[in-house]
């Protein structure tokens, strides 16, 4: 039974879909199943995986909107391990359409429990939003990421996000897990990444990863060419990266497995 990840922060330019596409390589690139979807109207992810949105006939919006089967939106990609429920344009409007709909908070939850046995995780590339799109997403979900660069206004925004987790707890008694804040687009030659940095760390305190993710031309350039930066340029800073943060959430998860166990 897969474990679902958001990926969420509703401050739009943090690395979001850049760690969607390569957290989600990185963990099947350990011989794990992945389901990497697409949440995001912008279609970042789907591109970014070498698929062309105008070959779609269904997508994210018919798996929330339509009786389409999940799995037969589902698409391979040329990364071994590694599928995506993929979206284009036409998600815009579900935000809309779902205002009226039955359960309208479930639709994302129920179309991946439909395969949900079939992967080992699942990761959702969430809107840079706090809309219905991103409910759902969120109520589907185990656990929520949150990718935050280190900038001036990295905080700004971060409270907000916390108060809607904390009212979807209690309005929905879904317990929803921090997996982790993840610091992006890191240069530690900057003073004010460093003290960004420190801040984001008292904030947070254990829950920031130890895993950082640094600023380089190559992540930016992978996403252009529809591969994952660990198949664009596997030497890269970025690829260990992720890499690294792919197994610390695996050796995170196999100790809350253990302390489980020990109950």
């Known amino acids: 039974m897969a474990r679902i990840i958001a990926i969420a922060n509703q401050k739009g330019g943090v690395g ?18 992945i389901l990497l979807v697409d949440a995001d109207p912008q279609g970042n992810s789907t591109t970014g995986v070498g698929i062309d949105k105008r070959s779609l006939r269904n997508t994210t919006y018919n798996a929330l909107l339509s009786s389409v089967p999940t799995a037969q939106i589902i698409k391979p990609t040329d990364f071994e391990g590694l599928y995506i429920l993929p979206t284009d344009q036409n998600l815009v409007a579900a935000n809309i359409e779902l205002v009226d709909a039955e359960d309208r908070e479930f639709r994302m939850r129920r179309a991946l429990n439909q395969v949900r046995d079939q992967y080992d995780f699942i990761i959702i590339d ?62 530690d030659r900057n003073n004010l990444t460093r003290q960004v940095a420190a801040d984001l760390k008292e904030f947070f305190t254990t829950d920031v990863f130890q895993t950082v993710i640094p600023r380089t031309i190559r992540l930016a350039e992978a ?35 253990q302390s489980a166990g020990t109950r």
């Open 16 to 33: 979001k879909t850049t760690t969607a596409i390569n957290l989600a390589a990185s963990l099947a690139a350990n011989d794990l199943r």
């Open 223 to 257: 996403p252009s060419y529809g591969k994952p930066v660990l198949a664009y340029d596997v030497s890269n800073k970025g690829t260990e990266s992720y890499i690294k943060l792919a197994k610390e959430i695996l050796s995170n998860e196999q100790t809350a497995r």
């Open 126 to 187: 969430c809107p840079p939003a706090l809309d219905l799109l991103t409910l759902n997403s969120l109520l589907a979900s185990d656990s929520l990421l949150i990718p935050i660069q280190c900038e001036f206004f990295a905080l700004e925004g971060i409270s907000q996000l916390m108060d809607t987790v904390d009212r979807i707890k209690d309005a929905f008694q879904h317990s929803l897990k921090l997996e982790g804040v993840l610091l992006t687009m890191y240069d």
